[in-house]
Structures are given as C-alpha cells and as structure tokens.
C-alpha cells in the first residue's frame, strides 16, 4: 500500500492551461471552480447543465476568479463535439456518473469524478473497466477523495504503512454532522437510493470510509446497523454505525450521521502498538510513535514516548483548533487538482484511482447491505457482484 499520495503542482511551469468542462452545477460544482481557480494551471471552458439558471450561476462564479465566461450547454455530448477539452469533472448526481464518464472518455478526456464513485457497485465496475483501458491511451481518470491530501491524513497514514505505529490494531471513524428536513427536501433525488445511493454513509461519511480504508488496508468484512430517526422524506438512512474488519486484523469503527444536531467535528483516530493518531476537523490534533520519529530515527530518549508530537510534523494551521482560511472548505480539493494536473502533465497515473474509490464504495454498499440483511458482508462478495443492487432499496424505517 502507498503512503501520501504525492501532489505536483504544475501551475507557472510555462506549458498552456489545461482547460476544463464542468458537468453540474449544483452546489459542489463551486468547490471545484474556486479550487481550480486557486490550483491556476485549469481554465473552465464549459458547464453544462440542462437546467439553464444553474449553469448561469456558477458561470458568474467562474467570471468572478477572473476566468473568461464559459460556453453553457445542456448535454454533455454537444459540448465536447462543439468544445473540446483536456479534463472533464463531473458533478452530477452520484448515479449518473457512469454514462458521462463514458461520454468523456471516448471522446478523449481526462476525467475527475466527484465522490461518490457511483451509488452501484456494477456501474462503478464499469467505470473502472472505462479509466483502465482510457490509461492505455494515456487518459486519467481520478474520484475526488480531497483528505487524502491533508496534511494530517498524510502524516497519518505514513505512519500507519511504514510500521511507525507498530501493528496497527483498530481505528474508530465518526462523522457527526446536521442536515436539516429542508436540506433533504431541498432535491427531489436526495435521499434516494436511485440517485443519492443512500444518506449519512453514501453522501456524509464517505470521505471518512476512504480515510479508514486507505489507513487500515484492505477491509474483509462489514457488520452493520442502519436507521432513519430525525428526518421524514427520505427512504435512506441519517443514522449508521458499522465494524469493519481489515486483512491485516485489524478492527475498525464507523460512525455516521446526519441527525447529530448542531454538527459536530469528524474525527479519526487511529491506534498500534507502538503509536496512534487523532486527525479531527481535518487537523492534526494527536500524534505519538513510541519514540520512534516519522523519518525512522530514534527521537530525544528523555521525552515520554506518549507526548503528543503533532506540532512537529504539520504546519501550524493543520494542527487542531488553528484558525482556518477562508478557503479551508477547498484546499483539499485544489490539493488534489495539483495530483490531478501532474498526473495529466507527467503521463502517469493519480494519486486516488478509481480502483481507490471502488473499495470505498463497496464498503458503504456493505453497510447497507449488512443493516438489511442481519449479518456480515464480505467485501469481496460486494466487489464481485454477489448482490444485487435491489437488496438494499428498501425504506429505512428506524
């Protein structure tokens, strides 16, 4: 397994920009235009979107960075064959991204997929099948999962791989956040399972199953329990918790929530043998190794082993309880983009694939699968096809 992923920020090498399609212009679809803007090496040709007021908004928004006006369409398909581009980003609905990734990479795009990779495990298989023959013809396809570029997430998970918390032996994951009735009524495909793919796992503690994957290694098995207790509306859940067990033994806790009034901080917290990890509100808030430095030497042999050694290996402003900027929401984002962009620059693959974000989805699937049927799942199963997507579209009634 890969420790950080490693970022290359291209923008002022002096090739030309690369230009960029947005395709959905609903609220995420901001993330990534201020993120590009800040990333500086993307222009945003393109947006597409057939509702014609939302397109409108964010092309303001693009104006506003300082980018020239995008053309507006209201297919996909019409746009690339009227205004090619180097990357397609596709913001739509979770269960809609498998036909326009396919429209983008046959048409020769690059391609960025925002999270979640899709709401179905087949189709998701499908647009790994799709990304791997695109990287024969040299195309990147990558699914934004933004903390793994924290600062935190990466001195985390350096640890975790290369034995600097001895044998990492469990992880407890909570995502303890608010979405009121209006957000969920807000769309009518929101707590859908066809198109959201399901509530507090699929849309709110995805990124956070990444982490806990991408810390833990290779995840065998889900038991879980699901239920909907704050919201109406809906037929998913805002209520899950979860064991996963890992390959290497190791036991992980998952926790996740839209009904946690007011919202409270996620937190991640990661424990060995020798050393465990706090990652909260994305920051680093503890960090200890047994004496053991993140370069592998030995440190001050008159500290305690147990002192908590986060200032020394995060800028201040990742460390828990900094003040945060006001582009906080999307560094991770444009953190990503500079993987992304040197992905596309150096012709090789990024740092988060769609393989990457495959088995983070089949483990959400496997929670919902778990919760419905009464017992353990095995991931290996979900990423084989043993379920069928029906099993789990049932109302979650508590």
């Known amino acids: 397994m890969n420790s950080a992923p490693s970022a290359s920020t291209t923008a002022g090498s002096g090739a030309a920009h690369l230009t960029a399609a947005i ?11 201020i993120a590009l803007a800040a990333q500086g090496d993307v222009d945003v040709v393109a947006l597409i979107d057939p509702v014609a007021p939302a397109a409108e908004r964010v092309a303001a928004l693009v104006e506003s960075t300082g980018m020239a006006r995008p053309a507006l369409f209201a297919d996909l ?10 990357l397609v980003v596709i913001c739509t609905p979770s269960g809609l991204h498998v036909g326009l990734a ?52 990466a001195v985390v998970a350096g640890a975790a791989h290369s034995g600097e918390f001895g044998v990492v032996t469990s992880a407890v994951a909570s995502v303890p956040w608010w979405r009121t009735q209006e957000y969920y009524d807000s769309g009518q495909w929101r707590g859908t399972w066809e198109l959201d793919g399901g509530g507090a796992v699929m849309n709110q503690g995805v990124h956070t199953v990444d982490l806990l994957v991408w810390f833990l290694g290779h995840p065998v098995a889900v038991f879980a329990h699901t239920a909907r207790l704050a919201h ?71 500290r305690s082993a147990t002192e908590n050694r986060a200032a020394e ?22 953190r990503q983009y500079d993987d992304i962009v ?26 919902y699968l778990s919760a419905t049927l009464g017992r353990e799942v095995l991931i290996d199963d979900v990423l084989a096809g043993e379920y069928d997507d029906q099993t789990v579209r049932t109302e979650i009634t508590g």
Do not use: M
């Open 23 to 33: 395709v959905g212009c609903g609220v995420i679809a901001d993330n990534h235009v």
């Open 102 to 153: 396919e429209t983008a990479l046959n048409a020769g795009c690059n391609v960025v997929i925002e999270k979640p990779l899709d709401v179905s495990v087949g189709r998701a298989r499908r647009i790994l099948e799709l990304a791997d023959a695109a990287a024969q013809r040299g195309l990147v396809t990558s699914v934004i999962s933004q903390h793994r570029f924290d600062p935190a997430s």
């Open 232 to 302: 109406e509306r809906i037929v998913v859940e805002d209520t899950a918790v979860a064991t996963v067990r890992f390959t290497s033994g190791a036991l992980g806790v998952l926790h996740a929530t839209t009904a946690g009034f007011p919202g409270l901080s996620v937190r991640v917290q990661v424990h060995g043998s020798r050393g465990s990890g706090v990652i909260e509100n994305d920051q680093l808030a503890f960090f200890a190794s047994g004496g053991v430095a993140a370069s592998g030497a030995n440190v001050d042999p008159t």
């Open 313 to 334: 290996l995060v800028d201040p402003s990742e460390l828990f309880g900094a003040a945060r900027g006001a582009d906080a929401f999307v560094i991770g984002h444009r």
């Open 77 to 86: 398909g019409d746009a690339l064959a009227e205004h090619p581009v180097d």
């Open 342 to 367: 040197g992905a596309i620059r150096e012709h090789r693959a990024p740092g988060v694939t769609v393989a990457d974000a495959l088995l983070s989805l089949a483990v959400v699937r496997a929670v």
